[in-house]
């Protein structure tokens, strides 16, 4: 079996276009979206992310901005930094670049940002919401896998609503920007879901449970072929840096083997061009939606999943 590989480019310029159009009706009815990010030090994937997202904000005719503080910031000057943006009109969205400084406590960050910005879910109040099964925006992340998944599903005459259920989701990764939304997210679809992480004894007997996969642990080729069953539906969102040792160049790969699964998988996700292209869209989408809610308009298309 040679698994399908689901481009996620191509749904990711699909999705743009519904971004696209959703921020344009808004403005007819006043609203003004505006990203902000927050970038806390120098670190390199953080800042090309950042880089990335401004590129795809302008293109969405999005307004964007960026507060950059510099490595030795305290706790103090990122709060700071949040209360303005949270008091700011112009901005309807704020994400906080990871990984901020180990000095830095996370959670307090997290706790100072307005929730009705919070794109992202980390606030406790939208974290509570997601695990409800009532979300006020759903992470980008998990969301694009899902969103990926359901379409690859429509294109083999498979509704999602009828899939899910009886189906088992095996989750791999426990973070709580992708692994514990997305186990919320399978148990909103009616699936089985098993949650386990790279610690987890004997990992392989788990994996091979899942009808779909999706792993998030941050581990370079974590899972392989040999730990899937046959027809496995494969989603992949590791990023991992390797270098090679020869050259220096530096490229990226998945927490999944990809060669050896694929020869199994039913489909699965690329490394890079999978979720990450979705991901990135997503989350101008809840800016937009949040744009929406604070004006009580009804978005045209809703980014929730």
């Known amino acids: 079996m040679a698994g399908k590989v689901i481009d996620g480019n191509m749904l990711a310029e699909e999705l743009s276009e519904h971004v696209h159009e959703e921020l344009q009706q808004l403005r007819v009815s006043g609203a003004r979206p505006g990203l902000a990010t927050i970038l806390v030090g120098d670190d390199h994937a953080a800042a090309a992310y950042e880089r990335h997202v401004r590129r795809l904000a302008e293109r969405l005719e999005c307004e964007y901005a960026n507060e950059h503080l510099p490595d030795d910031a305290e706790l103090a000057d990122v709060l700071a930094v949040i209360g303005k943006l949270n008091a700011d009109p112009r901005i309807t969205g704020i994400l906080v670049l990871r990984p901020m400084p180990s000095g830095i406590s996370e959670p307090l960050v997290y706790r100072a940002l307005d929730p ?57 990764g426990r973070s709580d920007s992708v692994g514990k939304p997305a186990a919320s997210l399978g148990l909103q679809r009616h699936a089985t879901v098993v949650t386990c992480h ?30 899937v069953r046959d027809g496995v539906i494969a989603v992949d969102v590791g990023i991992d840096p390797i270098k090679d040792p020869e050259t220096g160049k530096v490229r990226f790969v998945g927490d999944i083997d990809f060669e050896s699964v694929a020869a199994k998988a039913e489909a699965i996700t690329p490394v890079p061009g999978g979720v990450g292209p979705i991901t990135d869209v997503w989350l101008i989408g809840n800016a937009v939606s949040a744009a929406a809610a604070a004006l009580r308009v009804e978005p045209r298309f809703g980014f929730t999943t």
């Open 116 to 172: 009705y910005k919070d794109v992202e879910a980390v606030h406790p109040e939208n974290a509570g919401l997601l695990a409800q099964g009532r979300p006020r925006f759903v992470p980008s992340t998990p969301a694009s896998c899902f969103y990926l998944l359901d379409a690859y599903l429509r294109s083999t005459d498979r509704e999602p609503e009828s899939f899910y259920p009886g189906t088992t989701l095996v989750v791999v």
């Open 198 to 227: 790279s610690r987890t004894n004997d990992l392989a007997a788990f994996t091979r449970q899942a009808d779909v996969l999706i792993v998030a642990a941050g581990v370079a080729g974590l899972v392989t072929g040999d730990m």
